[in-house]
């Protein structure tokens, strides 16, 4: 069956742009995560929706991050004024929820591999 | 907070050498644990994982144990092939859901 898929797969942009990266998770997943991988900082959360609960921002490193869900399926990270230090791959992955809310193992997509000039 | 360490690499092995990756973590409650691998220009995927003090987590041939006395999940194969090279990641899965990585530990094989 169809796993997470991610787009685009690479991104160049200019300092002080804004991006938007798009994840697709596997059908039937209702939990849906992103995570950035840097030479610097290893794998790092960003954030986490769950089901129809409020998200968890906890991982976003600054106000210019920020992500929607829309209709419990595809989801949007958006980075506004793209600074040096945002180039990293970031990584979509999303999973079950057990019928306690708990979490299931994770699937991860290809990843965005996005460069800031 | 939660956390994991992993052992520095690189680790470079000769084919059919033994390997052990250790991870340990530092955790509240009783996190799940897993290993996820990617192999060079490739995805994170899934290679095992362990839900519980005691359980052991397999596949491919590698295995490692939820050790809640130690807060280890070393990761170990007896016999390596070129075709683990990869990174390795140990993770662990608090009650909120996300995951915390370690570092990672690249992992070459020789012929």
């Known amino acids: 069956g169809a796993g997470v898929s991610q787009s685009p797969s690479n991104k160049v942009t200019e300092k002080g742009k804004d991006v938007e990266l798009r994840c697709d998770p596997i059908?039937?997943?209702?939990?849906l995560y992103w995570y950035r991988q840097s030479l610097g900082q290893g794998l790092e959360f960003l954030i986490y929706?769950?089901?129809?609960?409020?998200?968890?921002k906890s991982g976003l490193p600054s106000d210019r991050f920020s992500a929607e869900r829309t209709g419990g399926s595809v989801s949007t990270l958006t980075i506004q004024r793209t600074q040096q230090e945002d180039s990293a791959v970031y990584l979509c992955?999303?999973?079950?929820?057990?019928?306690?809310?708990?979490?299931?193992?994770?699937?991860f997509g290809p990843g965005t591999r996005l460069t800031v000039l | 907070g939660d956390s994991v360490t992993q052992m520095e690499g690189p680790v470079t092995l000769s084919e059919e050498a033994f390997l052990t990756i250790n991870c340990t973590y530092t955790?509240?409650?009783?996190?799940?644990l897993f290993w996820y691998v990617q192999y060079p220009g490739e995805g994170l995927q899934l290679l095992l994982k362990?839900?519980?003090?005691?359980d052991k987590g397999s596949n491919k041939g590698f295995e490692a144990t939820y050790r809640k006395e130690t807060t280890s999940f070393h990761l170990e194969k007896g016999s390596v092939q070129v075709s683990d090279s990869a990174v390795y990641f140990c993770?662990?899965?608090?009650?909120?859901?996300?995951?915390?990585f370690g570092q990672g530990t690249e992992l070459s094989v020789k012929p």
């Open positions: 955790a509240t409650g009783y996190p799940s």
């Open positions: 929706f769950q089901g129809n609960s409020a998200p968890d």
């Open positions: 362990a839900t519980k003090a005691d």
């Open positions: 059908s039937g997943h209702t939990a």
């Open positions: 993770a662990l899965r608090n009650q909120g859901g996300k995951l915390i």
């Open positions: 992955a999303s999973s079950f929820l057990s019928a306690g809310g708990r979490a299931d193992t994770q699937y």
